[in-house]
């Protein structure tokens, strides 16, 4: 065990120690060391259910437990020193616990392998992070909230093909995001309850002869149940991938929006006003404000699905149980959590900090003779008319104003009447943005009444 050219963890069969590129290769330090935390709190979960069981006795366990404080506060300020050579966050844990208590830190590693540890580190890091996650995500959708609730009336655009469709209200458009990052919130959930089990104890891949309690160190690391197949325990990694799933689907949200804001900034739309915060000049042209956090946000899902491809490719076809592949999968992980969480913090910055025009908005609901459909459908309603018939002289109409160079509304009743001669006074009624948004009463349609309903919804539910 003393033999210096080996390993020390695992050693005893080798005669000499590695090559230098079968280090680098191998070695996970570099990154792993971000579940330091983890590592230590599940050999503590660990040492004290072997205690329990008698496997080691009160003051080896004891010893152990201190001894894993002090690695802890050394990792925390940053005095200890990662070793290439023991390969990883385990190893080097472990090393450094026999450096500091001697004999009873050989006897941590019974009735465990680095392969259930792993598993159990790594779920528990990507547990921290939903946890994370749900708070940020709720802090954007409150954001968004708020810019719902102050325009909920507010009349824009609403598109379709990027063609104005039909006028709806800024509160609409604002909450279209709730529900988006509310499903996002579902699907976190749902995913940290499913991955809430403990593999602690799977040991190498097939259980272990000692008398351990699963039960235990699950319920110690705040798990809901230990893991019920040994085998797929140490080789699974659904709960990586449905992570990069969710954050992958959230990054799309967030992307979306992101173009929209770009859009909407630009000195042809002038729907919003980013804050000076969130924006940035340019070294050569001074009138420019540019919306590059809005852009950085909308390329951030192009790495996140990447890390979501490249862990299912790690993934795919690798036989049970654990093969040396599997340690490819915590770069992608960490890469995506830091980068949606970077990515959803900017996000709720900008939607605070960011006006809404008013004024552009409502000028830009009526062009495009966004009320087409309003008149068509008074057409159905008011005199009878079957919808394709409407269509087609709703369809006459905007061709005539077109060429009068007017809005639909700045054209005469005796004009209209040339296209259909039925048409009466009333028809100025549902051609106004305002009357075309407030009509939309249907549940969930963009009536200012409803966006009401539905903000109160999201209220009382988060
Ligand atoms: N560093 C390894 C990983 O991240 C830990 C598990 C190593 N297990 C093994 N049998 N070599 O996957």
Redesign the pocket.
Known sequence: MSDTSSNQMWGGRFASGPDAIMEAINA?IGF?QRMASQDIQGSRAHAAMLAAQGILTDSEAEAIRLGLLTVLSEIETGKFEFSAAL??I?MNVEARLKTLIGEPAGRLHTARS??DQ?ATDFRLWVRDQYDALDDAITALIRAFLDQAQSGYDWVMPGFTHLQTAQPVTWGHHMMAYVEMLGRDLSRLRDARARMNECPLGSAALAGTSFNIDRHMTAAELGFARPTSNSLDAVSDRDFALEFLSFASICAMHLSRFAEELVIWSSAQFRFVTLSDRFSTGSSIMPQKKNPDAAELIRAKIGRIFGANVALMMVMKGLSLT?S?D??ED?EQVFDAADNLMLALAAMEGMVKDMTANRDALAASAGSGFSTATDLADWLVRALNMPFRDAHHVTGSLVAMAEQAGCDLAELSLEQMQTVYSDINEDVYNVLSVEASVASRMSYGGTAPAQVLVQIQRWRDQL
Do not use: P
């Open positions: 996970s792993d390969e990883d385990h680095r392969n792993v654990y040396k599997m340690q915590k």
